[in-house]
């Protein structure tokens, strides 16, 4: 039985060849000429009186303006999918808001209890909204038409529209990813991309028009940090990053399943679709059977 499945699993492995891409970050001048000469005519130290000044002279003034981030969250949303942009966005000089789908706390995949700040019945506009992923919760939002309906209407509006890891599963869901170019969770990435009529494009993050969407967890935090780089400047992002002091530097390779040892690599496979499999079908027959 373990041969036939170790075939399936290398024939997967056949069809989803291609490895995630890593945009090279773009170099930055440690002090350039134009850095010198606004550094001249800064004051000595920085007071509040003088704060914003020295704000402007430095970051210089975002692209768009944005005034509401609402990033949705619900049980079962993975931690980090919802934390590392919160992060990076609670930098941003904008309301953030923990969107839930009803009243009431939220317990995250790792058993955490959140406080969401607003709930979608409440909430019309945003400037940027953020969608996490997770697991059952998340595979339950695909088939939820009622807050697809919330997310179409919110994107109506939006400067940027995203989605992290499996989350993107969700926004792929709501139709707005059709003939776009996207980034998921590895985990069968290309399937769920097509199943929504998404273009694979095996990268760490990946833009199409106001659409952003990323790789699992951890690449949600770079690409918020390109949303803020977009729409900020490379220095407003600098400065946030060397707040977080984001320099990850893992202790071995890994992380991606190119880069994963083979008997890991097919154990995680295993043990997803044991939760993904049975869970889709049942939501599947359950959309069937409505009249």
């Known amino acids: 039985m373990k041969s036939l499945v170790i075939i399936s699993f290398s024939l997967v492995l056949l069809a989803c060849n291609h490895e995630q891409k890593h945009a090279a970050p773009i170099a930055i001048d440690k002090y350039s000429k134009s850095d010198s000469i606004i550094f001249e005519q800064l004051p000595d130290t920085i007071k509040e009186e003088n704060h914003s000044m020295i704000m402007d ?25 919802m934390m590392g942009p919160r992060y990076v966005f609670g930098q941003a000089g904008a309301q953030v808001q923990l969107i839930a789908r009803n009243l009431g706390n939220v317990k995250t995949v790792m058993g955490v209890q959140i406080v969401p700040d607003n709930v979608i019945d409440s909430v019309n506009q945003l400037d940027i909204l953020v969608i996490p992923g997770g697991f059952t919760g998340t595979i339950q939002a695909v088939y939820d038409g009622q ?20 989350g993107v599963w969700v926004l792929g869901a709501t139709g707005l990813l059709e003939g776009k170019r996207a980034s998921t969770n590895w985990y069968r990435e290309e399937e769920f991309l097509k199943k929504f009529k998404a273009i694979p494009a095996n990268e ?18 770079d690409m918020s940090l390109a949303i803020l780089n977009d729409n900020w400047g490379e220095k407003y992002t600098q400065g946030v990053m060397l707040d977080m002091e984001y320099d990850p530097a893992p202790p071995i390779t890994g992380g991606t399943p190119e880069k994963t040892n083979f008997l890991v690599e097919w154990m995680m496979n295993a043990m997803y679709d044991a939760g993904v499999n049975p869970l889709m079908d049942s939501l599947e027959n359950r959309m069937k059977s409505k009249p």
């Open 204 to 221: 760490r993050y990946t833009r199409d028009g106001k659409y952003w969407t990323s790789a699992g967890v951890t690449a949600g935090m």
């Open 57 to 81: 002279a430095i970051l210089g003034k975002p692209k768009h303006t944005i005034k509401t981030i609402g990033i949705l969250v619900y049980d079962g949303v993975n931690d980090l999918d």
């Open 147 to 166: 807050l697809h309906d919330w997310i179409r209407k919110i994107d109506k509006g939006t400067t940027y529209t995203a989605g992290v890891c499996s």
